[in-house]
């Protein structure tokens, strides 16, 4: 079996949602049984996010793929990502059920 | 920034026809600091605009204060194409300069500021407890209003503004 890819949760500070969205992954990370432990990268500036190619927080990659990939021309800044989830309302967070995918798909992939 | 039972700052903004809109004198006005980019204030927005819907005698404010420069999303443009496509009971307010949301202390979109009759703020804060929860339907703000209009104080008056930090220049 393959390594368990990196969990990485980036997140800014203008942005209340990054606590949420950590406790709901390691939710499903543990429910999944998928041991990783999530890096948590604070982004600080535009700069920093053009680099991370960061569309807002807050952002979760799991083996270096954003789990709800951001649309084309979607800028790279400070700012809140907008979800929606999966019965049509917008969240600050995404949908569990699609955390919950990204995690079982990197788990067939070990 | 104010507090409860402080005179709330006057002001005169420019909606999206660029129609001028101030606080009513002499009635309860609702001013909902708010955007277009920010997850908390749009998915708070179909609860407040139906509290707008439900108290035709309050006069509803919403006031986009974001820096338009970073956040393109919040320019002007923006909003009057949103107001076109939507269905807005309330006016949506340009705050260019910033100034309305400095002298009331906005922090967050959304961020409330209920004042009464009199010029006074009687409630400060969130629509309700949880955004994530549409049947949650702004309480708290209707709990302000429905006070007011009876003449009482609030027993809510001041809650936690949570959302998106105000996007200053």
């Known amino acids: ?110 | 920034m104010i507090g409860i039972g402080d005179s709330a700052p006057g002001f005169s903004l420019p909606d999206t026809d660029g129609v001028d809109h101030s606080p009513a004198e002499g009635g309860i006005t609702a001013v909902v600091f708010t955007c277009n980019h920010c997850p908390y204030a749009l998915a708070w927005h179909d609860r407040i605009a139906a509290t707008a819907r439900d108290y035709p005698d309050v006069r509803f404010l919403a006031v986009n204060p974001n820096d338009a420069k970073r956040y393109p999303r919040d320019s002007y443009e923006a909003m009057q194409r949103r107001v076109a496509e939507e269905d807005w009971p309330m006016p949506y307010l340009r705050d260019e300069s910033q100034e309305v949301a400095r002298a009331y202390g906005a922090q967050t979109t959304p961020d409330i500021f209920v004042i009464d009759a009199e010029g006074r703020l009687r409630y400060r804060g969130a629509p309700d407890s949880d955004h994530r929860d549409p049947a949650q339907n702004a309480s708290w703000l209707r709990e302000a209003l429905d006070s007011l209009q009876a003449g009482e104080a609030p027993g809510r008056p001041e809650t936690k503004p949570v959302g998106c930090s105000v996007k200053w220049k």
């Open chain 1, 1 to 110: 079996m393959s390594e368990a890819p990196a969990v990485e949760l980036l997140w800014w500070e203008g942005c209340p949602s990054h606590p949420d969205a950590l406790a709901e992954l390691e939710r499903i990370l543990g429910e999944e049984g998928l041991p990783a432990d999530v890096e948590r990268v604070e982004i600080e500036s535009d700069e920093h996010a053009a680099r991370e190619r960061f569309p807002g927080s807050p952002t979760i990659r799991i083996g270096g793929r954003d789990i709800v990939p951001p649309g084309d021309g979607e800028p790279f800044t400070l700012t809140c990502r907008v979800y929606r989830l999966r019965d049509g309302r917008i969240s600050p967070t995404p949908d569990p059920e699609d955390v919950r995918a990204a995690v079982r798909r990197a788990k067939e992939e070990l």
